[in-house]
């Protein structure tokens, strides 16, 4: 199999939160964990570049697309309940959505912050994806991989991870390692609890969070490790800079939540990017503090989005 060759062409930005983002050359949807590792290893032995997108959430495409091979875990979409053990086995396509409302079924605790998040449980466990103080490191048990550097499907438990915020040892650019499938363990709960956090937490977002096309939080929490400094958080430091009026092409902030940026005119990645630097700029000129991108940027960059995003990660 030539795995160069044989996928089908696609556009990133329907494979993405942003809608942004260019051609794709070879896409790849694999619906087992060993089709999936069989397109990795071909595409390794053949030396050609591998592009992993989940739900695509917190990222940004180039705007000439992404060459080589892009594997998308949707339809990795296996899931297995063990009552016993209070344990769900989820392919890495699976939507954290989904999740929360299986663990609720079951009446277990710790998935209620996956409600409205936009993403895949295999991006959530690379990343560490969490919200409402909460995240996905707590109710990881172990994930199957596929290891690059060995070419085999292997699990890893939780300790090897080394999960803190915002990131695991899965993000390490070499060697490649991808989730194919997590298991997730949970406490018992009080039903109705947990039934009224997860309306919370919808409630909340539908209020605070844009439904235009976005990739999530721009930049991290700078002082996420501070208490003393906690609440000086990315979005209040943009609030306080007045940027919900800001755009750039056909991106904007959004009105709701400063520190989102929201697809509304058929922006570009070169919007999104730009509007970002102006974000990061702003808080770097008032507060003194360098912000770090949430966002991830990835395929065929033109030299400007090279330029751009070298810059928002220095």
């Known amino acids: 199999m030539d795995v160069t060759t044989c996928g089908a062409p696609g556009q990133a930005a329907a494979f993405t939160t ?136 292997t699990r890893w438990p939780r300790e090897p991870l080394q999960y803190a915020y915002r990131h695991s040892a899965l993000q390490a650019p070499a060697p490649l390692r991808v989730v194919l499938e997590a298991t997730l363990v949970f406490e018992a709960g009080d039903p109705a609890a947990i039934r009224a956090q997860m309306e919370t937490n919808v409630s909340f977002r539908k209020t605070h969070h844009p439904t235009e096309p976005n990739g999530g939080s721009v930049f991290r929490n700078p002082f996420s490790k501070d208490a003393a400094n906690a609440h ?48 990061k700029r702003a808080i770097k000129s008032a507060y003194g503090v360098d912000v770090r991108p949430e966002n991830e940027f990835i395929g065929d960059a033109t030299p400007q989005e090279a330029d751009l995003w070298a810059a928002l990660t220095a």
């Open 18 to 153: 942003y809608r942004v983002g260019g051609p794709i050359d070879n896409l790849h949807q694999p619906e087992t964990p060993e089709q999936a590792a069989e397109v990795l290893r071909q595409a390794l032995t053949q030396g050609a570049p591998v592009t992993i997108l989940g739900w695509g959430s917190n990222v940004i495409v180039a705007s000439a697309g992404i060459r080589g091979v892009t594997l998308v875990t949707r339809k990795l979409a296996h899931t297995r309940v063990e009552p016993e053990s209070r344990r769900l086995i989820a392919g890495a396509g699976v939507h954290l959505a989904r999740i929360a409302t299986m663990a609720e079924a079951q009446g277990w605790t710790g998935a209620e912050f996956m409600i409205g998040i936009p993403a895949t449980i295999g991006g959530a466990a690379r990343m560490n994806a969490g919200a409402m103080g909460q995240e996905t490191a707590s109710v990881i048990d172990s994930v199957l991989l596929f290891d690059a550097g060995s070419g085999e499907i």
């Open 232 to 279: 000086l958080t990315a979005g209040r430091m943009l609030d306080e800079l007045g940027a919900r009026s800001w755009h750039e092409g056909g991106v904007r902030v959004s009105p709701l939540h400063a520190n989102f940026i929201v697809n509304v005119a058929n922006g570009t990645s070169s919007d999104v990017l730009r509007l970002m630097m102006r974000m």
